[in-house]
C-alpha cells in the first residue's frame, strides 16, 4: 500500500490517512443528521416548537470527543514529524543552494549539479541555502518539504528506498519563472554513485573570480545566462562592449554597454530597459552592492566573450 521511495513515505501517508478517514465519517455523519432534521422537522409539517431542557452530559460528550479526535491527529503528526528533524550524524551531506529560478546541488570536493543523485539505503542530509527569496524544497514521493530561507540555516534528510528519477519541486510562490524551477532526483546504486560523483568536475575556475562570486552571492545568474541563452534578462555572454536599444523612458535607442551602463542597470534597473524584456523584474541593488564592487563585476563580465 506504501511506497519505498523514502522512509517518511509510511509515517506520513499514515497520518494523512488517519486524518482523512475521521474527516470523510463526520462529514457522511453530519450531512446525514442535517438532512434527516431538514426533513424531520421541516415546517411544512407545523410542528409545534417546544422547549428542550439542556443535557450536561450531551454538552460534555460533544465537547470530549471532538478534543480526544484532535488530539490523536495532532499525536499521530508530531509522532511522523520527530524524526524528519533528527539527522543520523554519520548521514551523507549535500548542499541544496535556492536561487531564482534554480536548484543547484553541492557535493564535497567542490562539486556542483544540477541533478540531485544519491546512492539508495544510505542516509542523506540536504542543507538547504537560499540565495535571494523564499523558495521551498518538496520532493513529493520522499513525502519531503522544507523552506528554504535567506539567511536561516534549514536542512531536511531522508533515506532513499527506490532506484529511479524523482522530481523536485519549488512549494513557494517566488516570482514569475517559480512553476519552472523544478530538478530530477535520481537514486542510483551505490557503485554507481561512486563512479558519477569521481566524474563530475570540480567547479570551474571563473567560480573563484572576485567580480562571479560578487553576481553569484547576489543571484544574478538566475536572470543573466553566460552562454547566450536569453533568460529573464540578456545573457551576459558578449555583452560588455556590445550594442544594444534600450527604451529610455519609452523612447528607443541604442547604446554601448560600458561601464555606466552596468552601473545604472545596478543601481536604477528601470531606466534603460533592454528592448524584448520586461520592466520592473529586476530590483536596486543599492545596499546589497557597494559602487566599489562594479568596477569588480565589469572586469569579470569583460572575460565572457561572444565566441
Known amino acids: 500500500m506504501f511506497s519505498n521511495a523514502s522512509n517518511f513515505v509510511h509515517d506520513v501517508d499514515k497520518a494523512f490517512l488517519i486524518i482523512l478517514g475521521i474527516s470523510l465519517f463526520f462529514l457522511v455523519l453530519l450531512t446525514t443528521i442535517m438532512i434527516v432534521f431538514v426533513v424531520k422537522y421541516n415546517r411544512k409539517k407545523n410542528i409545534k416548537a417546544v422547549q428542550i431542557k439542556d443535557s450536561s452530559l450531551l454538552e460534555l460528550t460533544w465537547t470530549t470527543i471532538p478534543m480526544i479526535l484532535v488530539l490523536f491527529m495532532f499525536y499521530v503528526g508530531w509522532e511522523g514529524f520527530l524524526p524528519m528533524r533528527k539527522a543520523p550524524k554519520d548521514a551523507m551531506e549535500v548542499n541544496v543552494i535556492g536561487r531564482m529560478w534554480k536548484w543547484t546541488f553541492e557535493y564535497s570536493g567542490n562539486k556542483q549539479s544540477d541533478t540531485l543523485v544519491l546512492p539508495i539505503n544510505k542516509s542523506v542530509k540536504l542543507n538547504l541555502i537560499s540565495k535571494d527569496v523564499i523558495h521551498g524544497l518538496f520532493i513529493p514521493a520522499f513525502r519531503v518539504k522544507e523552506d528554504v530561507v535567506p539567511g536561516k540555516n534549514n536542512y531536511t534528510w531522508f533515506i532513499p528506498g527506490e532506484i529511479g528519477e524523482f522530481d523536485l519541486l519549488c512549494s513557494a510562490y517566488c516570482g514569475v519563472s517559480h512553476s519552472y524551477m523544478s530538478a530530477i532526483v535520481k537514486i542510483v546504486t551505490n557503485d554507481y554513485y561512486v563512479k558519477w560523483l569521481a566524474a563530475l568536475p570540480v567547479k570551474k575556475v571563473e567560480d573563484n573570480n572576485e567580480g562571479y562570486k560578487l553576481l553569484e552571492k547576489n543571484g544574478c545568474f538566475s536572470c543573466h545566462s553566460t552562454d547566450g541563452v536569453k533568460l529573464v534578462g540578456p545573457s551576459f555572454k558578449g555583452l560588455y562592449g556590445s550594442s544594444i536599444e534600450v527604451l529610455t523612458d519609452g523612447t528607443k535607442r541604442t547604446i554601448i554597454v560600458d561601464d555606466d551602463y552596468i552601473k545604472t542597470s545596478i543601481f536604477d534597473p528601470n531606466k534603460d530597459i533592454a528592448v524584448d524584456y520586461n520592466q520592473g523584474i529586476m530590483k536596486s ?22 565566441k
Open 285 to 306: 541593488y543599492k545596499g546589497l552592492i557597494k559602487e566599489k564592487d562594479v568596477p569588480v563585476i565589469n572586469e569579470y563580465l569583460k572575460t565572457i566573450k561572444d
